[in-house]
């Protein structure tokens, strides 16, 4: 039996020269998957997909921490973001795979060690108020520690003037970043009216069409400070296409869920740019609506 290391993103395979084969795939005493594998025809062996079977089951969240804020470095373990998966044929186990979630598409990391650190912040800046965090992926764990102190750490070398607004997100390789918004942010609120016609007497001061709920969506657009190339291309890629994004305004003390409504990113340079420094605009939306009635 071997046990294979790898990130969720490669294409992992077992490979066997059997013309059929009856198989499982098992995580923390259950059975997730079972299937059939058929050889092609003419083929010399059969390989089956494991990653992509598995990749559902990770996931790396840091709510804990931005709950509590903690004034000094506090751990928070992420114990589905790197999981060992066994694989069976029949009901003999071949192999482990330990998946780990990171969707880089790289080889920048090594795939074993302790105390890997697999976050990235884009400009390392900080404000008082920001939680600076720092995720670590070890031989058979994830963890995150996080320390809203206002001291430099974890990465974060460089305080700023204060700014309201923070992002947190998980980055490409399966870690959390901080990131402060040194430009402007403008806020906004979409309505979707649901309404109801009535008859009326129009010498009265009845109504015809009523609303009954309005559903609110608010929206935020974010400027960046400026940034250099390096920045820039880290941004585009950990940041804009981050499927987890928290946002935090510091002057009225919320961080609440939002998602990035921008549905692509252009790796800006110095030289594409007119020969200045990068800036993005970022467009978010709260994940969470409101109903007003």
């Known amino acids: 039996m071997a046990t294979i290391t790898a990130p969720i993103w490669k294409d992992t395979y077992y490979t066997t020269t059997a013309d059929t084969v009856n198989y499982s795939i098992g995580l923390d005493g259950?059975?997730?998957?079972?299937g059939k594998g058929v050889k092609y025809p003419d083929a010399d062996d059969m390989?089956?997909?494991?990653?992509?079977?598995?990749r559902n089951y990770l996931e790396c969240d840091i709510a804990a921490l931005l709950t509590t804020m903690p004034s000094s470095n506090t751990n928070q373990d992420h114990p589905n973001a790197q999981r060992t998966f066994n694989f069976y044929t029949g009901s003999t186990k071949v192999n482990d795979y330990v998946f780990y979630q990171d969707y880089s598409y790289t080889n920048d990391k090594p795939a074993t060690g302790s105390s890997i650190i697999v976050s990235n912040p884009i400009n390392g800046h900080y404000v008082s108020g920001m939680l600076k965090v720092r995720t670590y992926r070890g031989t058979s764990s994830y963890y995150t520690t996080g320390s809203a102190s206002s001291s430099t750490g974890l990465g974060y070398t460089t305080r700023v003037k204060c700014v309201p607004y923070v992002l947190y997100y998980l980055n490409s390789y399966?870690?959390?970043?901080a990131f402060a918004i040194e430009g402007t942010g403008i806020k906004k609120d979409a309505y979707t009216t649901y309404k109801t016609d009535q008859s009326y007497n129009n010498t009265t001061l009845q109504f015809e069409t009523n609303k009954y709920a309005q559903e609110i969506k608010t929206s935020y657009e974010l400027n960046t400070g400026l940034l250099s190339d390096e920045q820039s291309a880290n941004l585009a890629k950990n940041l804009?296409?981050?499927?987890?994004?928290?946002?935090?305004?510091?002057?009225?003390?919320?961080?609440?869920?939002?998602?990035?409504?921008?549905?692509?990113a252009t790796y800006q340079t110095y030289q594409t740019n007119g020969r200045k420094l990068c800036q993005y605009k970022i467009n978010i939306q709260e994940s969470q609506s409101k109903i007003r009635k």
Not at 30 to 34: D, G, L, S
Not at 249 to 262: F, H, Q, R, Y
Request: proline content about 2%; aromatic content about 10%; hydrophobic content about 40%.
């Open 30 to 34: 259950e059975t997730i998957f079972t």
């Open 47 to 54: 390989q089956l997909n494991i990653n992509k079977i598995c």
């Open 174 to 177: 399966g870690g959390w970043d």
């Open 240 to 264: 804009l296409g981050s499927i987890k994004v928290y946002l935090q305004n510091i002057d009225e003390g919320w961080i609440k869920p939002v998602i990035i409504t921008d549905s692509n």
